[in-house]
């Protein structure tokens, strides 16, 4: 049996309320009370209210005051904060998550613990590092920020006609350059066009924030991002508030009146099916790059796909990777979130359309970060990978998607959850898994260079556990090394194979390694092998053994009687190949030699032997 803990249910991937296992949901809808400390610049918000109610109860005691929330208002706090939390303020503020003062969370023992007494591990996991995988948080205290009285917002649309491809180009440049108080994004969507009948085309949308009034804003667009063409006319001014409505969906039209009451409302009146990717640009995208993307929005699935270019810049230049769990930092430009939409119902009409954006997924991944390719865990995405379903997970298996969400922060945030989980009872398809005493075992076999891979603990699927605090056993703690390691050495060659990539042919050889478990076995280079390993290759083999001269105290370690005589297992001998390549061979290796190559087990001083 699962636990699914629900804030504002807007996981992209249904994980709130969905799973293939058994589950049971923890709703949080009756936790949704506010307390705002204008004085103090904070708010206590409770785990079941939404990012719009916050924002609401705020406005109602100050008209300067904020928070650095997410744009669609129905999004519930503890999801929102708990993945990050982009929103416009966040070039000039950062993420939500980086304005969080205090929490309140209950851990799997069921205690209520707040920051103090949860440790500042815990509380640096559950900002940005999801909070569902540590325990149910039922209250945040967020930190409130300065926002103008006015401040003032446009939303300027071109075509590929109306040199949409070459504005964007420039977007690229400036995005994260400008002013930390303007936000640009750019919203890219198929139209019709308007000067041809049932012709396609492709809109852009600048659609922006500015803390201040339009005075302030036009010279800025003038000096910083003149092609764009932005006049007084495109821009309106109103209260910070106002916007977050206008930017929430709730209206399109800058001079309607709005009710503020509308942020109470938690429920998105939006398409019934969609799927959505993210991606971070590090280099500007080449009009090459573009122009290749236009065409699949003319497909039929893309009819209401929709790609959203969310700037990076500012503060969120200046935070430190590790400063909380989300990692996507100095260095990116923008990111990218990859959304389709469709309104048909049936799992042909789901496969067509999520088939289209894997192949936009796919197409844009050379203009993407890289190793790892960076992914936004709050626009979750199971294509990336899952856990496994039967409760156990191992970290070399859970790293495949979570160094996408977190890159260096997930072994901390494996550790996290070892510490306070380490039975995996919060769990999901994407939770961060408990570390096993087998995730710190390395096996090295000796190539050169030296190749490590982890030798971890996977439980079959068909095994299922369901957990009985009567079952845990208590044992003292015992440290094990983070670099533990296991040496093997190669003794035998058993088969080769050419493989063929991309016109080149590559040999590869089947190795038979021992070491203090027993026989293993691996694919290596046969080129590699054979730099590293000469003796196992027979045709390289004919060797001439010339006797050692050295000497520790009064014992000679390589004497000439036989092989049962050699005693040092560290001794090496010199060889020296038919191509005069001097190559040296440990004892016990020595040891195999001699036995295969003389019958009688004698060792001369210039014997002549083949080697495996």
């Known amino acids: 049996m699962q636990i699914r803990i629900r804030s504002g249910g807007h996981d992209y991937e249904g994980l709130s309320?969905?799973?293939?296992?058994?589950?049971?949901?923890?709703?949080?809808?009756?936790?949704?009370?506010?307390?705002?400390?204008?004085?103090?610049?904070?708010?206590?918000?409770?785990?079941?209210?939404?990012?719009?109610?916050?924002?609401?109860?705020?406005?109602?005691?100050?008209?300067?005051?904020?928070?650095?929330?997410?744009?669609?208002?129905?999004?519930?706090?503890?999801?929102?904060?708990?993945?990050?939390?982009?929103?416009?303020?966040?070039?000039?503020?950062?993420?939500?998550?980086?304005?969080?003062?205090?929490?309140?969370?209950?851990?799997?023992?069921?205690?209520?613990?707040?920051?103090?007494?949860?440790?500042?591990?815990?509380?640096?996991?559950?900002?940005?590092?999801?909070?569902?995988?540590?325990?149910?948080?039922?209250?945040?205290?967020?930190?409130?920020?300065?926002?103008?009285?006015?401040?003032?917002?446009?939303?300027?649309?071109?075509?590929?006609?109306?040199?949409?491809?070459?504005?964007?180009?420039?977007?690229?440049?400036?995005?994260?350059?400008?002013?930390?108080?303007?936000?640009?994004?750019?919203?890219?969507?198929?139209?019709?066009?308007?000067?041809?009948?049932?012709?396609?085309?492709i809109k852009a949308t600048f659609e922006s924030l500015f803390l201040g009034g339009v005075d302030g804003l036009i010279p800025l667009m003038e000096e910083e991002f003149p092609e764009l063409g932005l006049v007084r006319e495109d821009c309106t001014e109103m209260s910070w508030i106002e916007s977050v409505i206008y930017h929430g969906g709730f209206t399109s039209d800058f001079t309607s009146d709005q009710p503020l009451e509308v942020l109470l409302n938690r429920t998105h009146s939006g398409v019934l099916f969609f799927k959505a990717k993210s991606d971070y640009v590090r280099d500007p995208i080449p009009d090459i790059g573009l122009e290749g993307l236009w065409p699949m929005f003319y497909e039929d699935e893309a009819k209401s796909a929709v790609l959203i270019f969310t700037p990076y810049g500012g503060i969120m230049d200046e935070i430190?990777?590790?400063?909380?769990?989300?990692?996507?930092?100095?260095?990116?430009?923008?990111?990218?979130?990859?959304?389709?939409?469709?309104?048909?119902?049936?799992?042909?009409?789901?496969?067509?359309?999520?088939?289209?954006?894997?192949?936009?997924?796919?197409?844009?991944?050379?203009?993407?970060?890289?190793?790892?390719?960076?992914?936004?865990?709050?626009?979750?995405?199971?294509?990336?990978?899952?856990?496994?379903?039967?409760?156990?997970?191992?970290?070399?298996?859970?790293?495949?998607?979570?160094?996408?969400?977190?890159?260096?922060?997930?072994?901390?945030?494996?550790?996290?959850?070892?510490?306070?989980?380490?039975?995996?009872?919060?769990?999901?398809?994407?939770?961060?898994?408990?570390?096993?005493?087998?995730?710190?075992?390395?096996?090295?076999?000796?190539?050169?260079p030296c190749e490590e891979g982890m030798q971890l603990l996977e439980f079959p699927d068909a095994l299922h556990y369901v957990y009985d605090a009567s079952h845990v056993i208590q044992v003292d703690d015992m440290e094990v090394r983070d670099n533990l390691t296991v040496e093997t050495w190669p003794v035998r060659i058993e088969d080769r194979e050419v493989k063929r990539l991309r016109g080149k042919e590559i040999v590869l050889v089947k190795v038979i390694w021992v070491g203090p478990t027993g026989e293993s076995v691996t694919w290596e280079s046969e080129s590699k092998m054979k730099v590293s390993y000469p003796e196992l290759f027979p045709s390289n083999y004919e060797c001439s053994l010339k006797r050692s001269l050295k000497q520790t105290g009064k014992r000679t370690f390589i004497v000439h009687s036989g092989y049962k005589s050699l005693k040092r297992p560290r001794t090496m001998w010199s060889l020296k190949r038919a191509d005069e390549r001097p190559v040296s061979v440990p004892f016990r290796r020595l040891l195999e030699l001699v036995r295969l190559s003389e019958p009688g087990g004698r060792l001369s001083e210039q014997a002549q032997f083949q080697p495996l």
């Open 17 to 201: 309320y969905v799973s293939e296992v058994p589950f049971v949901v923890i709703d949080l809808i009756n936790l949704r009370e506010v307390q705002v400390d204008v004085e103090k610049r904070s708010a206590w918000v409770q785990g079941g209210a939404t990012a719009g109610e916050l924002l609401y109860k705020i406005s109602q005691k100050s008209k300067t005051l904020g928070f650095p929330a997410g744009i669609c208002p129905t999004v519930g706090v503890s999801g929102l904060i708990s993945g990050g939390g982009y929103g416009f303020l966040m070039r000039k503020y950062g993420l939500s998550a980086d304005n969080i003062l205090d929490a309140h969370i209950i851990d799997v023992n069921g205690r209520v613990l707040d920051r103090e007494s949860m440790g500042e591990d815990l509380f640096w996991a559950i900002r940005g590092g999801g909070g569902a995988s540590f325990g149910v948080i039922i209250a945040w205290k967020v930190k409130l920020v300065h926002v103008p009285s006015t401040v003032t917002i446009f939303r300027v649309s071109r075509t590929l006609e109306h040199n949409a491809t070459k504005l964007i180009q420039k977007w690229q440049l400036v995005a994260n350059k400008l002013d930390e108080d303007l936000n640009i994004r750019v919203i890219l969507e198929r139209v019709n066009t308007s000067t041809q009948t049932r012709k396609l085309t």
């Open 320 to 448: 430190s990777e590790s400063e909380i769990p989300f990692p996507h930092r100095a260095g990116n430009i923008y990111q990218i979130q990859h959304l389709v939409f469709w309104k048909e119902e049936g799992d042909k009409v789901e496969k067509r359309h999520i088939n289209w954006i894997r192949k936009l997924y796919i197409y844009m991944e050379p203009f993407v970060s890289k190793s790892p390719r960076g992914a936004y865990v709050n626009y979750r995405d199971l294509d990336i990978g899952v856990n496994n379903n039967n409760g156990y997970t191992s970290y070399k298996k859970a790293s495949i998607w979570g160094v996408k969400y977190f890159k260096n922060n997930f072994k901390r945030l494996a550790k996290v959850k070892t510490k306070v989980d380490p039975l995996n009872f919060f769990r999901s398809e994407q939770s961060i898994p408990s570390l096993s005493r087998f995730d710190n075992i390395t096996i090295r076999h000796n190539t050169l």
